[in-house]
């Protein structure tokens, strides 16, 4: 069995989208004097490998407990996007290879490899999905999306079409995978987005990994 991390380490200083907390993990407990070792981690819920809930984006919408465990895990397909410029729109049609490869209720991963520069500055000017190609992954039966880049909608200028239509739909969204080179387009997997159990919360960090389906 091959299982592929997807998973950005967390770390003091991180990379966060603006204005969110400050990422610190730093020592609270040592083994000298102590007796044992404890960190103490200070992060919002969207740090680094991150899921977002409905009630990220509205105030009725559906928070991450709101959900149970089975919710994150389920199959799904890689759609390369690698060709994609910084800041470009990804539209309905770059959907297009989806058709034959998308099953109802499965999870999508849009890979665009921009995870390699990961804490650069280059890494806020990423492609963005539009409203419309939102509405088209809601169209397709898609459950949750997944993206290897900071934010499904643009970050560099505000404008939040994506979200809403996503999570209004009951579309989980997946934000800062890392690895996605090591998947391959059109190939299925089985994907586990597990978050941690924060009570009430828009979202929070996960550990997320796929593992290659026979």
């Known amino acids: 069995m091959n299982i592929i991390d997807l998973t950005h380490e967390i770390h003091t200083g991180m990379m966060a989208y603006p204005g969110d907390p400050e990422i610190s993990l730093e020592e609270a407990c040592t083994h000298e004097t102590d007796g044992c070792h404890v960190d103490y981690l200070m992060c919002g819920s969207h740090a680094g490998t991150h899921i977002d ?44 290879p989806l058709q034959e490869m998308v099953r109802k209720g499965d999870f999508l991963v849009l890979r665009t490899g921009l995870c390699e520069k990961y804490g650069d500055e280059a890494y806020y000017n990423h492609p963005y999905l539009t409203g419309e190609t939102a509405h088209a992954i809601v169209e397709m039966g898609v459950r949750l999306v997944a993206v290897d880049f900071l934010n499904v909608d643009p970050t ?9 239509v996503l999570l209004g739909n009951e579309v ?27 009570k009430g919360s828009d979202g929070a960090p996960i550990r997320a990994f796929a593992v290659e389906s026979e």
């Not at 919408?61 to 060709?83: A, K, N, Q, W």
């Not at 890392?178 to 924060?198: D, M, S, V």
């Open 172 to 198: 989980l969204i997946v934000e800062n995978l890392n690895n996605t080179l090591q998947l391959e387009p059109g190939r299925r997997y089985c994907f586990c987005f597990a978050p941690i159990k924060l």
């Open 156 to 164: 560099k200028w505000e404008q939040w079409d994506a979200h809403p």
């Open 53 to 96: 809930a409905p009630y990220h984006f509205l105030p009725e919408g559906r928070s991450i407990t709101d959900y149970p465990v089975s919710r994150f895990i389920g199959e799904g397909v890689v759609l390369d996007l690698s060709r994609k410029k910084p800041g470009e729109a990804i539209t309905k049609e770059d959907l297009l």
